[in-house]
């Protein structure tokens, strides 16, 4: 019966031209992350050829103003990029569904109390407090941005998954649970999450975006790693050093562009997915 | 709606407490001193640094019990005293970011308003006609996947840089002075349009999606399905469902607006437009510590009006919060 019900998912998932498209993107860059770094020749920030020179056959991507390699830093951008949103929307989905879960199981005076604190943590920006934390940080690593940008993006993910643990917890199958004497953990982790697994895949895959556009922005404003390179950097060095007044479209377009095929691919890959998930938005 | 209001109000008033607290932890909390960081970068000799420094750490009270230095915080900002700008030293902080409120307005209000009024049109119309759906679903994916500065940057390349139609940076012309006129108010416009256009369209794509899906939705309800049955026209229908589908997005507004102040100080950044965005640039640049804080305490004193303006037109939108039916 398991194996059947998998295989249906594939045969629904393969025919699924909006997964198909996305998940192909994605695949692309992530391999480009992987192993583009391995081809760049040159340190990302090593002063390497002549500033501003277009993309040639020995600098692929142009060069920066400083004469940097703009390749080397996309491929190593690319990479530090996909790893925060992989830990960062990672990070966000785990304390969505736990803080979800809780209070939708629980209800009651913790439901009150969590809800409380999921509302208040919605309507702050998530920007702002991450300018406000970033700018005390001396010292900034990709791995503490993300850890900062899954900590601020659960909210949403909360809320939604209270909603739908509120739905189950009334079902049969979770009485039948707890008269069996399941502990509360081992009901919501075992009864009611697999219940929603195709919705908490889908939550992963919009946080995952989000932490990508939140770093961005971060990144751009001046607040991205201090060490290292990412593709909001990227952009923020290109402002900074004029390359919008010179003209230096290469510098300017790429980490940009990448972005928004990665996020653009995530979001194609979320509505195939619910259209895979949801029989009744199956075009068949 | 009094309830409904007064509950919102409560919510709001918690949140901002919470983020002024935050605002006042933050520093306290992190590694390293804002004060250390200041006295090193002066390079002082050894004891001439010291002096300054006890010196500073009486000045900003740091001395003093937490509780006392929290307390002071709150009576500080109370009065509207949010520091002095070490950037822009000895401007109050509060001046600075009261010269950059037009700006952001500026560009803000109508950008958030019309995209949200033409994405909604859009969104509705494309769920009725099948070759409209085909084009503007894929494009508004596409634009609302782009980080905004990315956009702006590209509008600002290509009109701006290469067909060289708009300026590329400021608010106005370096050679004219703010006055009323119709040459300032023009060279206003011109400078506008590109940072417009680009929080515009990016905003476009959100709204024009989730009206689609919405108006798809709400077409398939119960509700839609009797008007059939009993004859009413297409249009009545559409009416019905454009009513209904408009509500989340309001909601969705009020969400999406942490989302569209990040995306206007990117885009305030890559124009060098001179509101808040910029200021915070600058602070980043500048480790002008004051100035951030105010920035911060300014977004989210922002973003909490906005969303209180929004409650109150979502219950004057909605007859079932007008008349206290709904537990929301």
């Known amino acids: ?284 | 709606m009094g309830r409904y209001l007064g509950r919102k109000l409560a919510i709001y008033l918690l949140t901002f407490f919470f983020a002024v607290t935050i605002d006042w932890l933050i520093p306290r909390l992190m590694p390293g001193n804002p004060v250390d960081t200041m006295v090193a970068r002066m390079a002082l000799r050894a004891d001439v640094a010291e002096v300054l420094r006890s010196y500073y750490i009486r000045a900003f009270q740091l001395d003093l019990p937490l509780w006392q230095q929290y307390l002071n915080f709150w009576i500080a900002l109370s009065r509207g005293d949010l520091g002095i700008s070490t950037w822009l030293f000895p401007q109050p902080v509060i001046a600075i970011i009261y010269r950059a409120v037009p700006y952001d307005l500026l560009l803000l209000l109508p950008a958030i308003l019309l995209s949200w009024i033409a994405g909604n049109q859009a969104g509705a119309m494309a769920a009725r006609v099948r070759w409209l759906d085909n084009t503007l679903l894929p494009l508004s994916y596409i634009l609302t996947a782009t980080p905004y500065m990315w956009l702006a940057l590209l509008l600002a390349w290509a009109l701006g840089h290469v067909a060289g139609l708009f300026p590329i940076a400021g608010a106005y012309s370096f050679n004219i002075r703010p006055h009323l006129s119709w040459l300032f108010i023009r060279d206003l416009l011109w400078h506008w349009f590109l940072p417009f256009t680009s929080l515009f369209l990016v905003m476009f794509g959100g709204w024009a999606i989730g009206m689609r899906n919405m108006i798809i939705y709400e077409l398939e309800a119960d509700y839609s399905r009797y008007l059939e049955a009993l004859g009413a026209p297409q249009r009545l229908i559409r009416k019905y469902a454009f009513r209904n589908a408009m509500l989340p997005q309001i909601t969705g507004l009020a969400l999406q607006l942490g989302a569209i102040v990040a995306g206007t100080l990117a885009t305030e950044i890559v124009f060098a437009y001179p509101g808040t965005g910029y200021l915070i640039l600058q602070a980043v640049q500048n480790q002008d510590y004051f100035l951030l804080q105010g920035c911060f305490l300014f977004i989210i004193t922002g973003v909490l009006l906005a969303n209180f303006t929004i409650d109150i037109i979502y219950a004057l939108v909605d007859p079932r919060t007008r008349l206290g039916m709904t537990g929301e």
């Open chain 1, 1 to 284: 019966m398991r194996a059947k019900i998998r295989h249906e998912f594939l045969y629904f998932a393969l025919r699924n031209a909006k997964l198909r498209i996305g998940l192909s993107i994605l695949l692309l860059f992530a391999a480009a992350a992987l192993v583009g770094p391995m081809f760049a020749r040159y340190d990302p920030n090593a002063y390497v050829g002549p500033p501003a020179h277009p993309p040639s056959p020995e600098y692929w991507f142009g060069t920066t103003t400083f004469g940097q390699d703009v390749y080397s830093q996309f491929a190593h951008g690319l990479r530090s990029t996909l790893v925060v949103g992989l830990i960062g929307g990672g990070i966000g989905t785990m304390l969505g569904v736990l803080i979800g879960l809780v209070a939708g199981y629980r209800g009651g005076l913790l439901d009150e109390i969590l809800n409380m604190f999921t509302n208040i943590v919605l309507i702050l920006p998530t920007l702002a407090i991450l300018i406000i934390i970033a700018a005390y940080l001396t010292v900034r690593g990709i791995l503490v941005e993300s850890i900062f940008i899954g900590c601020t993006a659960w909210p949403w993910a909360a809320r939604a998954i209270r909603a739908q643990t509120f739905s189950l917890r009334v079902r049969e199958f979770v009485d039948l649970a707890r008269m069996s004497g399941r502990s509360p953990l081992k009901i919501m982790l075992t009864e009611i999450a697999p219940n929603m697994m195709s919705y908490l895949f889908m939550t992963f895959i919009l946080q995952f975006g989000g932490a990508i556009l939140n770093a961005a922005t971060l990144d751009f404003i001046g607040l991205g790693p201090t060490q290292g390179m990412s593709l909001g950097l990227m952009m923020n060095n290109a402002v900074l050093w004029a390359a919008l007044q010179l003209g230096m479209w290469w510098w300017l377009i790429p980490p940009g562009a990448a972005i928004t095929a990665i996020v653009g691919a995530l979001y194609v890959m979320n509505v195939g997915l619910d259209e895979v998930f949801n029989p009744k938005l199956r075009e068949l």
